[in-house]
Antibody, heavy 125, light 107 residues
Framework: QAQLVQSDAEVRKPGASVRVSCKAS????????ISWVRQAPGQGLEWMGW????????NYAQKLQGRVTMTTDTSTGTAYMELRSLKSDDTAVYYC??????????????????WGQGTTVTVSS | DIQMTQSPSSLSASVGDRVTITCQAS??????LNWYQHQAGKAPKLLIY???NLETGVSSRFSGSGSGTDFTLTISSLQPEDLATYYC?????????FGQGTRVDIK
């Protein structure tokens, strides 16, 4: 059964960076994308962006442009999300999710069908 | 950005009740809509994709409908394990956006 396992919780000071990893297993890593979604305390789900594993194309949420980078390592089946210049409101649980997608002439679909367990990132001085 | 508005924000219903959650998009998204269930302390779970397709392994109690700007998630007979927050999410345009969530409680 396809699975995504994320790295452990992190604590950072404001202005620092954090990198969260997401290791895939039991599916063909390059046939899907990886998306990142976060949930701040007491808030709803917020989409951060996604990366197409087979060609490395990325789309990021505008509010995070310039601070976030999503990458993949196909040799190990691992995705990474780096967030820089951290602020206190970046404190959240960060999830990776597999993106099942197709973009065909006249028809497309994108959905997040396998999720990691979440990584808590706390930003505090 | 496409805004997704869910209603109600929360609801309380009895076991066996039929529950309906609506999601309205700020512009036409055709059928580019997914529904997720998020239980406390767990990862979100895909329920419905492409507005009306039931994800493999998800109970047939769940169904989705709609197109254009108005969508519905229905739980035909609420069960105790359905206690969760439910989110719609559009993928018609980047950035993909979620609704604010509907919290479902069991009376």
């Amino acid at each position: 059964q396809a699975q995504l396992v994320q790295s452990d919780a992190e604590v950072r000071k404001p202005g620092a960076s954090v990198r969260v990893s997401c290791k895939a297993s039991d599916y063909t890593f390059s046939s899907y994308g990886i998306s990142w979604v976060r949930q701040a305390p007491g808030q709803g789900l917020e989409w951060m962006g996604w990366i197409s594993v087979n060609n490395g194309d990325t789309n990021y949420a505008q509010k995070l442009q310039g601070r976030v980078t999503m990458t993949t390592d196909t040799s190990t089946g691992t995705a990474y999300m780096e967030l820089r210049s951290l602020k206190s409101d970046d404190t959240a649980v960060y999830y990776c999710a597999r993106v099942n997608w197709a973009d065909l002439l006249g028809y497309n679909y994108y959905y997040m069908d396998v999720w990691g367990q979440g990584t808590t990132v706390t930003v505090s001085s | 950005d496409i805004q997704m508005t869910q209603s109600p924000s929360s609801l309380s219903a009895s076991v066996g009740d039929r529950v309906t959650i609506t999601c309205q998009a700020s512009q036409d998204i055709i059928n580019s809509l997914n529904w997720y269930q998020h239980q406390a302390g767990k990862a979100p779970k895909l329920l419905i994709y492409d507005a009306s397709n039931l994800e493999t392994g998800v109970s047939s109690r769940f169904s989705g409908s709609g197109s254009g700007t108005d969508f519905t998630l229905t739980i035909s007979s609420l069960q105790p394990e359905d206690l969760a927050t439910y989110y719609c999410q559009q993928y018609a345009n980047v950035p993909w956006t979620f609704g604010q969530g509907t919290r479902v409680d069991i009376k």
